[in-house]
RNA sequence: GCGGAAUUGGUGAAGCGGUUAACACUCCGGUUUGUGGAUCCGGCAUGCGUGGGUUCGAGCCCCACAUUCCGCCCCA
């Protein structure tokens, strides 16, 4: 047997697992605090709801999705991203009914699945953080979102990013824009890369995003999206923007920015990290935007919607360089060494008490040595040893050591009673 | 999907086509048994990603496949 994992897959084992434990938890409380609530969808959902929000033609519909065909000839896709499931199920519940709140505001932390060539930060199942909310068309839902996504890279540490945006418009803004720049990129076709050739048929608006030498001077004489723009989207722009930066919160106005799915509407943006020790440009970690047709695709009612997705794998990355003291983990309170069989009752008995007044303790089930006791102790970065043998049991005294400067303290066993106030003393 | 590099024990790794795969760390045991992170002593790969092939003989040469990493496409 082959024992292996698929290949773009990972274990997260336990000498990391907590730190996912710590930033999920972050995220989880900083969401309720804006009331947002969690949503848990199916990780595999029918086919065409990934083909029909992604696009037909999209590169995630067209070559990375993880798709098959059930054994009751089902069409099923594992989910590439967290918005459609999430879309379909406020559908499929009819979420939008009067008695549910204005806007309906959610969050998920979910594995999601691309079929695609690993890299740092690139897998084929990953972890994303997101949030939707549904319902309000108004441009403060837009700043809201963008404060939140702003605020919970702040709380996990993360300094040094930048937020770009731009407005993609309706969808007829977004149609002529696209034919103003094929017609703006036809006649000078030759010239571009052999990519954004292709893009030209695929994508267009791709291309804006070219790094390609060949390609960046058209680009920059290329149409802008933002000349398109009908009133309302240049006027809910205009709103996020200032009261962005009345926030005071920095952004780049990024004309070039496009985003690989076909739903979004209106406000787009990424908060991008530069750090050549990560990536060798410029890395989205956080993506969003507003999508103001998807529910209705969906055969729901007239919806507009906003959200963003964090991949974790790409948050981890750069919170390890940005901020590793979030990372590290806690160690334990207290390992008990005892000696001999006539211990060990009591030594379980002071584990559960400790634990039970809310602190890490651990003892040795092995019943090693108390030589080889102590060297677990310190394996385990205990702060401090209890050591029990019959002699304490006797005299009924706590014999505790502090690891860090060998200094011993003896207390009466019933001092356990009241842990913190025992710690206490020993800080003194 | 395209291009490049890598793959030796728990880890970091050395290794000439030719007897028992160096060294270090970790780990385990011991250093006379109730106090640790030091020193010292001892132990720890029947195997060199997988499968073929070349050869008297392969970890070292050839081929295929797999996986990982890097870049591109694209994206989180």
């Known amino acids: 047997m082959r024992v292996q994992k698929p290949k773009g897959t990972v274990d997260i084992l336990p000498d990391t697992s907590y730190q996912w434990d710590k930033v999920e938890n972050i995220a989880k409380n900083f969401f309720r605090k804006a009331n947002y609530q969690e949503i848990r969808t199916p990780m595999f959902e029918n086919y065409e709801i990934f ?104 709380t996990l540490g993360i300094k040094k990013y930048e937020l770009h945006i731009n407005s993609l418009g309706n969808e007829a803004v977004r149609t002529a824009y696209r034919q103003a720049l094929v017609d703006y990129f036809t006649p000078i076709k030759d010239k571009l890369s052999d990519d954004s050739q292709r893009r030209l048929k695929t994508n267009p608006l791709r291309i804006l995003d070219s790094k390609d030498e060949e390609d960046i001077e058209f680009v920059s004489n290329a149409p802008r999206i933002r000349d398109y723009l009908d009133d309302e989207s240049k006027k809910n722009f205009e709103f996020i923007i200032r009261t962005l930066s009345e926030l005071k919160i920095d952004y780049v106005l990024d004309d070039d920015l496009v985003r690989g799915l076909d739903y979004y509407t209106g406000v787009i943006f990424e908060f991008m990290v530069e750090d050549t020790s990560l990536w060798q440009s410029k890395t989205t970690i956080l993506g969003g935007g507003r999508y103001n047709h998807l529910v209705e695709e969906f055969d729901g009612p007239k919806t507009p919607a906003v959200g963003f997705g964090i991949g974790e794998e790409r948050l981890m990355l750069v919170l390890k360089a940005q901020n590793p003291e979030l990372l590290t983990d806690s160690n334990i309170d207290f390992y008990i060494t005892n000696i001999g069989e006539e211990t060990i009752t009591k030594t379980v008995e002071i584990a559960r008490e400790l634990r039970k007044q809310g602190l890490k303790v651990q003892y040795d089930v092995e019943q090693k040595k108390l030589k080889a006791q102590f060297k677990k102790a310190d394996k385990a970065k205990a702060k401090y040893v209890i050591t029990l043998g019959v002699q304490e049991i006797e005299e009924n005294t706590l014999n505790i050591k502090r690891l860090s400067d060998g200094k011993s303290y003896a207390f009466n066993m019933d001092e356990i009673a009241n842990v913190n106030d025992l710690l206490q003393k020993l800080e003194r």
């Open 51 to 154: 083909s029909r929000s992604s696009g037909e033609s999209s590169d995630v519909v067209e070559k990375e999705m993880y798709d098959f065909m059930d054994k009751g000839d089902r069409h099923i896709a594992l989910r590439p991203e967290g918005t459609a499931g999430v879309v379909r199920a406020y559908v499929e519940n009819k979420l939008y009914g009067p008695e549910y709140p204005k806007p309906y505001n959610v969050f998920y932390i979910a594995s999601m699945f691309r079929y695609e060539r690993p890299q740092a930060g690139r897998q084929r199942e990953f972890h994303q953080i997101g949030v939707e909310s549904f319902g309000s068309d108004n441009a403060l839902a837009d700043v809201e979102t963008i404060v939140l996504a702003h605020d919970l890279l702040s």
